[in-house]
């Protein structure tokens, strides 16, 4: 089993900046790839960025050139970096891994951090 916590979300005026981490603790054994996930009220869960264990990323259209996710291996910790934050960039933030262990998928859900952007 592998749990997942965020951490770093907020409150944050239009233009501003915040940094969200996501600490994975237990069996990371087959884990491969990270994610960041977001869902405003009343719309579906999007993803918002990836990373695997290669160092590749992937970012949504709407956040490129804004946020940055990036990975401490040491620390098992994923961060997202969210600069010129916008309103519509409202959300709960949630983490998510996936990989496999001996031919078993895994996916594991954090239980999500508020991100509020006031404009």
């Known amino acids: 089993q592998v749990q997942l916590v965020e951490s770093g979300g907020g409150l944050v005026q239009a233009g501003g900046s915040l940094r969200l981490s996501c600490a994975a603790s237990?069996?990371?054994?087959?884990?491969?790839?990270m994610y960041w996930y977001r869902q405003a009220p009343g719309s579906q869960r999007e993803l918002v960025a990836s990373?695997?264990?290669?160092?590749?990323?992937n970012y949504a259209d709407s956040v490129k050139g804004r946020f940055t996710i990036s990975r401490d291996t040491a620390k098992n910790t994923v961060h997202l970096q969210m600069s010129s934050l916008q309103p519509s960039d409202t959300a709960v933030y949630y983490c998510?891994?996936?990989?496999?262990?001996?031919?078993?998928?895994?996916?594991?859900w954090g239980q999500g951090t508020q991100v509020t952007v006031s404009s």
């Open positions: 237990g069996n990371i054994f087959g884990i491969n790839a």
């Open positions: 990373i695997t264990r290669g160092d590749s990323t």
């Open positions: 998510a891994a996936r990989g496999e262990r001996y031919n078993i998928r895994l996916e594991y």
